[in-house]
């Protein structure tokens, strides 16, 4: 298997992260065994970052992945990996973080990750089922405590970088009201078909580097969208240009400056989904994606309670909708 060699931009902290990463989370997921086997595939084919949480299972098999790799000789030291996990909703509390982070690593078998993000702006009880959730389950997120709590992480060195997921214009902005150190990163539901414009330039101007979940819709997933891989655009752009329907997607993803991470286990498609940098799209082309209908694919609902901290998808998404 030729290998692609990936771009890789600097964050604020020093660190150069790959421009495209392999997402972990999958439903229905594979065994464990076939997931590590999947992703040493990966790694041969050229992915040198990947994303795992807490939340998705998978923290194991990223490490023993990263073990088999360094044993076959595909890398030639665990530096050549970059590695993101993110903190549970669970331990979204200053004296849960540096524990949940520990027991992440041991999981990894790593010393360090590489990023390490807050998965969610929420709180939720240890007794919770996160995919079924009550309003008795909901608990006070405390967006200032919980950041103090990461950047202990950081400066014990448990994490080279920090930085959060799904949050808004008005939650970083908050949250840079009374940090030390900035988020490195935003990892944000992003695609042609929910393009996050002004949440793209607040982050540019923080030099925050957003990276894209779901960019190419999360198609066929429960929650996901067929707007992105079924766009009438799309598919023209692609004809035109003799590429895939997702190539064109995360080639206008890098375009904008944003890091996608692709979620694919089919070996060919990881292959597909790398063949991106050697070409461009067209002034006229962007314009004809900026056509596309805007709407997100996950709303977040299922954390939204009359009584709770946020009484409204508006609220949670602080109007960014």
């Given at each position: 298997?030729?290998?692609?060699k990936?771009p890789q931009?600097?964050?604020?902290?020093g660190h150069?992260?790959?421009t495209i990463?392999l997402?972990?989370a999958?439903?229905p997921?594979p065994?464990?065994e076939?997931?590590?086997?999947?992703?040493?595939?990966a790694?041969?084919?050229?992915?040198?970052?990947?994303?795992?949480?807490?939340?998705?299972?998978?923290?194991?098999?990223?490490?023993?992945?990263?073990?088999r790799a360094?044993?076959r000789?595909?890398?030639?030291?665990r530096?050549e990996?970059?590695?993101?996990?993110?903190?549970?909703?669970?331990h979204?509390q200053?004296?849960r973080?540096l524990p949940?982070l520990k027991?992440t690593?041991?999981?990894?078998?790593?010393?360090?990750?590489?990023?390490?993000?807050?998965?969610?702006?929420?709180?939720?009880?240890?007794?919770?089922d996160?995919?079924?959730?009550?309003a008795?389950?909901?608990?006070?997120?405390?967006?200032?405590e919980?950041w103090k709590?990461?950047?202990?992480?950081?400066?014990l060195?448990?994490?080279?970088?920090?930085?959060?997921?799904?949050?808004?214009?008005a939650k970083?902005?908050?949250?840079l009201e009374?940090?030390t150190?900035?988020?490195?990163?935003n990892?944000?539901?992003?695609n042609?078909?929910?393009?996050q414009q002004?949440?793209?330039?607040?982050?540019k101007?923080?030099n925050?580097l957003v990276c894209?979940w779901?960019p190419?819709?999360?198609?066929g997933?429960?929650?996901?969208?067929?707007r992105?891989?079924?766009?009438?655009?799309?598919?023209?752009?692609?004809?035109?240009?003799?590429?895939?329907?997702?190539?064109?997607?995360?080639?206008?993803?890098?375009?904008?400056g944003v890091s996608?991470?692709?979620?694919?286990?089919?070996?060919e498609r990881?292959?597909?989904?790398l063949?991106?940098?050697?070409?461009?799209?067209?002034?006229?082309e962007?314009?004809r994606?900026?056509?596309?209908?805007?709407?997100?694919?996950?709303?977040?609902?299922r954390?939204?309670?009359?009584?709770?901290?946020?009484?409204?998808?508006e609220?949670l998404?602080?109007?960014?909708?």
């Amino acid at each position: 298997m030729a290998t692609v060699k990936i771009p890789q931009v600097m964050l604020n902290s020093g660190h150069l992260i790959p421009t495209i990463g392999l997402g972990t989370a999958s439903n229905p997921m594979p065994p464990p065994e076939q997931l590590t086997s999947i992703l040493v595939d990966a790694v041969e084919a050229g992915y040198r970052h990947f994303d795992t949480a807490a939340a998705y299972g998978t923290e194991e098999c990223v490490g023993r992945a990263v073990a088999r790799a360094l044993d076959r000789g595909l890398i030639k030291n665990r530096d050549e990996v970059f590695v993101t996990s993110k903190l549970s909703w669970k331990h979204t509390q200053h004296d849960r973080v540096l524990p949940a982070l520990k027991e992440t690593l041991r999981k990894l078998g790593l010393e360090y990750v590489d990023l390490y993000l807050i998965h969610w702006p929420i709180r939720i009880k240890d007794s919770a089922d996160p995919y079924k959730l009550t309003a008795e389950d909901m608990l006070h997120f405390d967006i200032n405590e919980t950041w103090k709590a990461m950047e202990e992480c950081y400066k014990l060195g448990l994490a080279k970088s920090i930085g959060v997921s799904n949050y808004s214009c008005a939650k970083l902005s908050k949250l840079l009201e009374n940090a030390t150190i900035p988020p490195a990163v935003n990892q944000v539901e992003m695609n042609v078909a929910w393009q996050q414009q002004k949440l793209l330039q607040f982050c540019k101007e923080k030099n925050i580097l957003v990276c894209a979940w779901s960019p190419l819709g999360a198609n066929g997933a429960v929650w996901g969208t067929h707007r992105v891989m079924q766009s009438p655009i799309l598919k023209e752009i692609a004809a035109t240009k003799n590429r895939s329907v997702a190539q064109v997607a995360l080639r206008w993803i890098y375009e904008q400056g944003v890091s996608p991470i692709v979620k694919s286990f089919n070996k060919e498609r990881m292959k597909e989904n790398l063949q991106i940098f050697d070409w461009k799209l067209t002034e006229e082309e962007v314009s004809r994606i900026q056509e596309i209908p805007q709407a997100r694919g996950f709303t977040g609902d299922r954390f939204v309670f009359p009584e709770g901290q946020y009484k409204s998808v508006e609220e949670l998404w602080d109007g960014e909708i």
